[in-house]
């Protein structure tokens, strides 16, 4: 009994030690395909600059010199052109009553004391009735006037009652006076009765704003008006400028101003107010300029660009304009290094006589520039 119990214990021992075995070989196994099967490792090449380029024959690219440039520093904003406030006139009515004829429209150039609308009005039928009771008192007093003349001067009416009856008559002419006037204003000859207002243009010029229509009703003295006539002769631009560009702008200076809708013309103005608010939301002051508008081809509510030239003087780069690439929204220029060329950002700004360009940033007065980046782009390219 004791002997088999040894035996079962070296069976079981034995079976333990081939599993373990069996394991073993197992897992070397699977790191076998492990490894086999893991990417290989990457290969990092150091040192690669993608802004430097060679190309073949790189002594057909010759370079330029950036030169030094001097110019004041500029100011660029934005603006809409305005009426000028003191050249716009309301045109009022003087009479209430029905619109039965518009003779002038919005845009419509107008000279001055051209009809530009025809009003039916009670006005006319009243100051009609005022003027003619005008007149029966100022000749009824009249009358009276040379009775008590003629008995003042036989004795039998005192001073007083002179006095009394020129007071009268002088009365009665003033209240005739102003009857009179006042058809007068209304556009009406008193000796020939009409019930129709003209409204004529107090000034010359363009109709900006008009709030009346046909057979609509107007009120004398009341707003809205029925049309405002500007004269834009000289209009008014008005930029947004930022609290922290303030400093470049003053009253009496000049700016170059361009319009969206003529790219191609520039004109001058002067500066002649600036807003003493600012706009809490945006942080820019209001910033006038009084701009001569000859032939009128500046128009209310146009786009323009304003520049300002500061009365200091600051360094520039400029290079011809073809050495500067444009690619991807953005301007480059080529230096020469070791027989390549490294492609470099910079700013481009204004365009030069002679065919240069000023650079604000990027590049340094002195440095070697490619003189043609646009042919050395494409023979990259086609590398």
């Given at each position: 009994m004791f002997m088999k119990q040894k035996k079962l214990e070296l069976g079981a021992v034995a079976f333990s030690l081939a599993s373990l075995l069996a394991l073993g070989g197992c897992g070397k196994g699977q790191g076998d395909v492990a490894a086999q099967?893991?990417?290989?490792?990457?290969?990092?090449?150091?040192?690669?600059d993608v802004t430097l380029f060679a190309v073949p024959n790189p002594e057909q690219y010759p370079p330029v010199t950036a030169t030094r440039y001097e110019a004041p520093s500029q100011l660029t904003v934005t603006g809409t052109v305005m009426p000028d406030i003191s050249r716009s006139v309301p045109v009022i009515t003087?009479?209430?009553?029905?619109?039965?004829?518009?003779?002038?429209?919005?845009?419509?150039?107008?000279?001055?004391?051209?009809?530009?609308?025809?009003?039916r009005s009670d006005d006319v039928g009243m100051g009609f009735d005022a003027?003619?009771?005008?007149?029966?008192?100022?000749?009824l007093a009249r009358k009276q006037l040379d009775r008590t003349k003629d008995l003042y001067e036989h004795g039998a009416m005192a001073q007083q009652d002179l006095e009394a009856a020129?007071?009268?008559?002088?009365?009665?002419?003033?209240?005739?006076?102003?009857?009179?006037?006042?058809?007068?204003?209304?556009?009406?000859?008193?000796?020939?009765?009409n019930g129709i207002v003209d409204l004529t243009a107090p000034i010359s010029g363009i109709i900006t704003d008009q709030e009346i229509t046909n057979a609509a009703s107007v009120q004398a003295y009341s707003s809205p008006n029925p049309f405002t006539i500007s004269d834009l002769s000289t209009v008014?631009?008005?930029?947004?400028?930022?609290?922290?560009?303030?400093?470049?702008?003053?009253?009496?200076e000049v700016a170059d101003i361009k319009l969206n809708a003529f790219p191609d013309r520039m004109v001058k103005g002067k500066v002649s107010n600036i807003g003493a608010i600012l706009d809490p939301n945006i942080r820019t002051a209001k910033v006038r300029l009084e701009v001569p508008n000859p032939g009128v081809f500046m128009r209310p509510g146009m786009f323009a660009t304003a520049t300002f030239y500061s009365l200091?003087?600051?360094?520039?780069?400029?290079?011809?304009?073809?050495?500067?690439?444009?690619?991807h929204d953005r301007d480059w220029v080529f230096i020469p290094t070791q027989g390549k060329f490294r492609r470099i950002e910079v700013t481009a700004a204004a365009q030069l006589p002679?065919?240069?360009?000023?650079?604000?940033?990027?590049?340094?007065?002195?440095?070697?520039?490619?003189?043609?980046?646009?042919?050395?782009q494409n023979a990259?390219?086609?590398?």
């Open positions: 099967e893991a990417p290989p490792a990457q290969q990092i090449v150091q040192g690669v003087l009479a209430s009553g029905r619109v039965v004829d518009i003779r002038a429209r919005l845009g419509d150039t107008v000279q001055k004391d051209q009809v530009l609308l025809r009003v003027y003619r009771k005008a007149i029966s008192d100022e000749l020129q007071d009268n008559e002088d009365d009665a002419k003033t209240t005739l006076d102003t009857a009179t006037e006042h058809l007068r204003l209304l556009g009406n000859d008193p000796d020939k009765p008014w631009i008005v930029c947004d400028v930022y609290e922290n560009d303030m400093a470049n702008v003053r009253i009496g200091d003087k600051k360094i520039y780069t400029s290079v011809p304009s073809s050495a500067i690439l444009h690619l002679n065919g240069m360009q000023e650079i604000t940033s990027g590049l340094q007065p002195g440095q070697q520039v490619v003189s043609n980046a646009g042919t050395i990259i390219d086609n590398e």
